[in-house]
């Protein structure tokens, strides 16, 4: 059972607009949230991440919104840039895994449009 | 400032052989990690270590085993390739309390 989900596997948004990537979960042990971006033929990159007793957290271009009740997170991107096309991955870790474990979301792909 | 280095790079196997894949990170992280990514299916942990001369299983373990003889090595095995091992492994470290990992650059693993 899919315990990070990303519903949306595409998005594509023009260069400029917003990009919202939305993610749910359904453990409610989770305790951390973080964004992984990704390229082709690379490794996932850290973004951003929310801890479970915040709302909020805002990097720059990037916000991250955690809406705890209903077991849903979103990633804003404003404004989108090309150079923004990638896959993002959402994660999450479980407060009780000691080992820091992540459990990964399958992931949205972005195609910003010049 | 390599971070995490994973190699080989690309590998094809026959159905049966046997292979390892290295993943060293020099950040001096405690923590190690192996994913598999196959299409629409996000990133599955194999088996993680908490530390040198730990192993433990992840969410798919089988088929494949792990060593963690040195701080900053975490080998992967495959013992009997099989095409359904067919993917692209990465490798993760991380430093606990700060639960973000770091990534390899991936193996591609095509068995046949």
């Known amino acids: 059972d899919q315990q990070v989900k990303q519903n949306s596997p595409s998005l594509s948004v023009q260069e400029g607009r917003i990009s919202i990537l939305n993610c749910d979960y359904t453990n409610s042990m989770f305790d951390y949230f973080l964004w992984y971006k990704k390229y082709p033929a690379e490794g996932p990159t850290f973004l951003i991440s929310?801890?479970?007793?915040?709302d909020k957290n805002e990097d720059g271009r990037f916000t991250v919104f955690l809406n705890k009740s209903a077991k849903h997170l979103s990633l804003h991107i404003v404004p989108s840039q090309p150079g923004d096309s990638a896959v993002y991955f959402c994660?999450?870790?479980?407060?009780?895994?000691?080992?820091?474990?992540?459990?990964f979301g399958k992931g949205t792909k972005l195609s910003v449009i010049p | 400032n390599a971070g995490v280095t994973q190699t080989p790079k690309f590998r094809v196997l026959k159905t049966g052989q046997s292979m390892t894949l290295l993943c060293a990170q020099d950040?001096?992280?405690?923590?190690m990690y192996w994913y598999r990514q196959d299409p629409g299916m996000g990133l599955r942990l194999i088996h993680y270590s908490v530390g040198e001369g730990t192993t433990a299983k992840g969410e798919v373990p089988d088929g494949y085993n792990v060593s963690r003889l040195k701080k900053q090595n975490f080998l992967l095995g495959l013992e009997s390739a099989a095409p359904s091992q067919t993917s692209v492994y990465f490798c993760a470290s991380s430093y606990p309390p700060v639960p973000s990992q770091h990534f390899g650059d991936g193996t591609r693993l095509s068995i046949l």
């Open positions: 950040m001096n992280h405690e923590y």
């Open positions: 929310i801890s479970s007793i915040k």
């Open positions: 994660a999450a870790k479980d407060s009780g895994a000691g080992s820091y474990q992540l459990t």
